[in-house]
């Protein structure tokens, strides 16, 4: 009930594409979804972050949808640039905690 | 620059050498975290400690041994390490205390561990 399912483990999308990663989770009581991005030698940046009292968030060309009934988020890519091209982890967590639940991470590669 | 700075980047060492990993936030951060990142597999809380308390300890073995001196500072002493503890190990704080709803956790980049 404590995993956050990713997928895909791995995307390639073309320039401009809109790559789209999924997440899945059990546990009802998490209210708190970060998206973080990895890129090679580097430790994991904090992308965007949403609450399940909004169904959609976005910051720039990156969106995060929510289905809090399904249990699920999304990370949407919009206009995707080969600079986009890291690994990207969605997690969980519940308020009043310290614990992050990540998901297993998915290998993004936008060609040019 | 993100705020969270680890040292060394790398470090190679035998199954019988002590070591210790360090980190130092310049957020103003009250919690920081010590994780492993292992080749596909989900990032594995390890410790957590809050105003310097430790408030989590994942199961980890006793051959991984955190400090935290002060709110800015923390360290994973290394002792008798097996193979299978080569990963990467990634410290992040973030605001934290008692009530207090999630907040961001920034990483920092990590120091990569290989056991002989």
């Known amino acids: 009930q404590q995993q956050v399912k990713q997928s895909p483990q791995s995307l390639i999308v073309q320039k401009g594409g809109i790559p789209i990663i999924n997440c899945a989770y059990e546990?009802?009581?998490?209210?708190?979804f970060p998206w973080y991005q990895q890129f090679p030698g580097k430790g994991p940046a904090l992308l965007i972050a949403?609450?399940?009292?909004?169904s959609e968030k976005k910051e720039g060309r990156f969106t995060i949808s929510f289905n809090k009934s399904a249990k699920q988020f999304s990370l949407h890519i919009m206009d995707s640039q080969p600079g986009d091209s890291a690994t990207y982890f969605c997690a969980a967590s519940t308020s009043g905690t310290y614990k992050y639940i990540f998901g297993t991470g998915t290998r993004l590669k936008v060609l040019a | 620059e993100t705020g969270v700075t680890q040292t060394p980047r790398h470090l190679v060492m035998g199954m019988t050498n002590k070591k210790s990993l360090k980190c130092e936030q310049h957020l103003g951060h009250n919690a920081m975290y010590w994780y492993k990142q292992s080749a596909k597999k989900p990032l594995e809380l390890m410790f957590v400690y809050n105003f310097k308390e430790q408030t989590e300890n994942n199961s980890v073995p006793s051959r991984f041994s955190p400090e935290c001196p002060n709110s800015s500072h923390l360290f994973l002493h290394l002792h008798t390490l097996q193979p299978e503890d080569s990963a990467l190990y990634l410290c992040?704080?973030?605001?934290?205390?008692?009530?207090?709803?999630?907040?961001?956790?920034?990483f920092g980049d990590g120091t990569r561990l290989s056991i002989l």
């Open positions: 992040a704080s973030s605001q934290a205390g008692t009530g207090v709803g999630n907040q961001p956790q920034h």
């Open positions: 949403i609450r399940p009292d909004v």
């Open positions: 546990n009802t009581a998490f209210d708190y």
